[in-house]
């Protein structure tokens, strides 16, 4: 490959994920701000408006080790009134330990230390330790590009949704405009491995990174992956010229 990474097998790819974000778990939030100029806060801070979610809601927020958007979820019903009381939840899933521990500490800073408001699950999005049709969302930001068998992480939202319950994605997408898209190459193949190495010390997983988001499904083949799954209404958003993309579809 163009970073020095052979062609990996399934197994590979699952421990080369499981190294990367056992290196750059604590300077993850530190990273994420620089790499995307900040622009990751406004793109997470759309895909919780766009999920809306009602009072009530039961969020499985998978791969979200860093509590990134179970907190926000949380702050998002917060603002919202609640004449009578009706009680939310959120449980956060994500293969790596060292990943959870960023949130359960980021939790306990923020005062989200309630379990009958957030807890926390260790377990792959590839085969969920949930049982059927038991979240009323799902979501998954910045982690199904990271996942070996895509397909089988949506079987297994689809499976763990009840009945008109709501998956979304938030992921990197491929960019729509050509111009944009070199700059955003440039950009992306030069300088984010060198922040990498400067602001966390790694050099590779940030290689890793790049490399995963050039190889994930642009948005109308994602799509049509995800209605292959069994989810319904299936649509997508792009933000920032489709650097990103919101996916959303319902279990109906
Ligand atoms: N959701 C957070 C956010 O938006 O900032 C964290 C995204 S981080 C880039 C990707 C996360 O996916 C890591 O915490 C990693 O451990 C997790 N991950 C990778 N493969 C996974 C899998 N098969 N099942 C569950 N989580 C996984």
Redesign the pocket.
Known sequence: THFGYETVDENEK?EK??EV?EKVASS?DKM?DAMSFGV?RIW?HLFMQRLNPPHGTELL??????G??AFRFLEYLKNQENPDNVPSHVTV????EA?LNVGINRAKKLGYTDENQINWLL????KLPIESDSFSAYT????IR???RIEK?LDEAYRVLKPGGRFMC?EFSQVNNELLRQMYDSYSFTVIPVMGQIIAGQWKPYQYLVESIRKFPDQETFKKMIEDAGFRSVTYENLTFGVVAIHSGFKL
């Open positions: 699952s994920v499981h974000f993850y994420n990751h997470k927020d998978v791969a979200g080790g860093s990134d958007i899933c994500d293969i790596n990943m377990g792959d999005a590839e998954i930001s910045f982690g990271n996942v070996t992480a938030l």
